[in-house]
């Protein structure tokens, strides 16, 4: 998910978002563990991901307002 996709979105929509890809990340992790994950590069895109969204909403919260 690129950064101009994530700016565009409300701070609902990306805490949601947010939610939806730790329990994502969870369940790759436990794949991971016991195996069954294909492709290892798809952790490092999640948490990417959640770091852009976490970066995107403390960014909005210093400036003080929503978008």
């Known amino acids: 998910m690129k950064a101009n996709e994530i700016r565009e979105r409300s ?12 329990r994502e990340l969870f369940k790759m992790r436990i794949q991971n563990h016991t195996n069954q994950l294909n492709s290892t590069a798809k952790l490092r895109g999640v ?21």
């Not at 609902?12 to 947010?18: I, Q």
């Not at 990417?48 to 978008?67: F, M, N, S, W």
């Open 47 to 67: 948490r990417q991901d959640i770091a852009r969204i976490a970066t995107v909403l403390k960014q909005r919260e210093l400036k003080g307002g929503e978008q």
């Open 11 to 22: 701070n609902d929509e990306l805490k949601t978002l947010e939610g939806d890809l730790r």
